[in-house]
């Protein structure tokens, strides 16, 4: 997979039903549960979430990516029911993340470490326009923030059983964040959660360690 | 503060120097719910906290609050293992019915609609409700028994909803013992809620974030009692450090032994206490004749305050047949506690003489 360079706008790119996204071939990305359940690490942080052996039902995610030079949008597809508003107090709802490592050592299946931080793109159905940029440094640690100067966009349409959902962020470099640059390559991980599954916090689906994602010059 | 940071373990969030404890006195609670009232106008009136009850008191046997919470699962199993919980819903934690009020009272319709409640996700008829079961009880006619159970947030020495919180947003305070929940740091997962076995954290689906009882500590910090503890007018209430020798709670809880903890069997060594009901109305004889006997039934006890209760039941009626017969006890006038302020030392502050200042969540 590429980051393919197009002459669109923002909002065109923003737009995931639009023709620069539809005329495009996605790349399937398999999605296996986090490994939660036995995990020595998962317990020391919850010994609650580590009983959980139910969570991962999304078993397959569609990617695809386009830059303009300035911009850089990642549109995920997944065939999923709409979890969009926590009504009663036991709902949850649907959500997904692009992560990228902040060190060339830092680990996806850890959410990185204490000396190798990873970065975020976190979407959860009920946020409009904005979505959170985390940082993390381990298991547990994400936190979570929304930003009025560097803000991580996102628009999500749920059509034909599948969430489709583009999230973007200005390519020029921002103090403590991922950096993107037309020509060079970044690394990537996904993971999704099922809000109809109770999916939040580690209960989820995850793509795997970083795997390599060139953006075309 | 024992606040760790994310990641740091478990055993840093549960350090503390000292801890405050509660008794409450079942023979004298008559359900009157100043407590849970106090406690509402403190601390949870506002949107997205209306369902809230940090502080309640339902009817035993019953469903309980929230509704079948023991059924719930959360805790720790007899190896000490995590046991999986689930969450209860808006129903469950007794909903927050709305009234039609201002149509029956104001409306001039007064003699033709009579007051309706709605259920808050549904506006339809409510289906269940807060002390829906008020008084039902159990027992044959004409031996039927209840009592109440006022519940609010244990504050466990072993907190499971410490160590289920993935942000470390839940610890003790290191200077009192009492649970609390950093609103930063929590991300509304609610691992906590179906960890915690007596469901006493509620999710605020305004905020996006849990909430819970912190036993008054704004109160806490300037002497003050917590505002249930304090209202309470059947005098059910003691408070105080659970290492205060000289308090009433000591000894009721360490010396005497006759103050025991709700559900044992949970595993998280809670630090409110509990006076069993250890008489209650004399049952009839099939005949018709007054028998000796109490009506609530020892394994009701048991299955609430394990076995340990039978003995304390009994001692509890020896000390009171010692006070009959004119011989002194020592339980029995701690039981009584006649001066008021003895059930909270050093905690007998007045809250309007006292600056309290604190932050509520949401508010600037
Ligand atoms: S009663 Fe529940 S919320 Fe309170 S400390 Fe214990 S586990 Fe935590
Ligand atoms: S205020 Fe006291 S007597 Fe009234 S319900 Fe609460 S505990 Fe019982």
Known sequence: ?217 | MAKAPPGAPKEELKRHNRHIANIIDLNKCMGCQTCSAACKSLWTSREGTEHMRFMNVSTYPGAGYPRDYEKMGGGFDEHGEPSPGALPNMVDVGDALTFNHAEVLYGGTGDSVHLQPKASLTGEDPEWGYNWDEDEGAGEWPNGYYFYLPRKCYHCTDAPCLDACTHNAIYKREEDGIVVLDQDLCHGDRLCVEACPYKAIYYNPVTEKGEKCMMCYPRVEQGIAPACDRQCPGRTRLFGYIDDEDSDLYKMINVHKVALPLHPEFGTEPNVYYIPPFESTKAFAPDGSITDVGRIEMNVLEELFGPNVEAVVRKLREERAKKQRGEESEIMDLLIGRNFWDRFKGFENDPAEQVIHFRVPGKA
């Open chain 1, 1 to 217: 997979m590429e980051i393919k360079r197009v002459s669109a706008n923002v909002d065109t790119l923003l737009n995931p039903q639009d023709a620069v996204w539809l005329n495009r071939d996605s790349e399937n990305v398999p999605l296996i549960p986090t490994p939660l359940n036995g995990n020595p690490m998962i317990k020391k942080i919850s010994p609650f979430i580590e009983k959980s052996t139910d969570h991962g039902v999304v078993t397959e995610l569609s990617i695809t990516g386009a830059h303009n030079g300035d911009f850089l949008a990642i549109r995920l597809s997944w065939a999923s029911e709409k979890h969009a508003e926590i009504i009663d107090l036991d709902e949850f709802v649907d959500g997904a993340a692009v992560m990228f490592p902040l060190t060339a050592k830092a680990s996806a299946f850890t959410m990185g470490s204490e000396s190798d931080p990873v970065n975020a793109w976190y979407w959860k159905a009920n946020l409009k326009d904005e979505a959170f940029d985390v940082v993390a440094r381990g298991y547990g640690t994400s936190a979570r923030a929304k930003s009025a100067h560097d803000p991580i966009a996102c628009r999500a349409v749920h059509e034909g059983g599948r969430w489709h959902l583009v999230m973007g962020r200005e390519m020029g470099p921002i103090q403590g964040r991922a950096g993107f640059a037309a020509g060079y390559p970044t690394r990537v991980a996904f993971a999704v959660w099922d809000g109809g599954n109770r999916e939040r916090s580690g209960r989820k689906s995850f793509s795997g360690e970083f795997v390599s994602l060139p953006l075309e010059p």
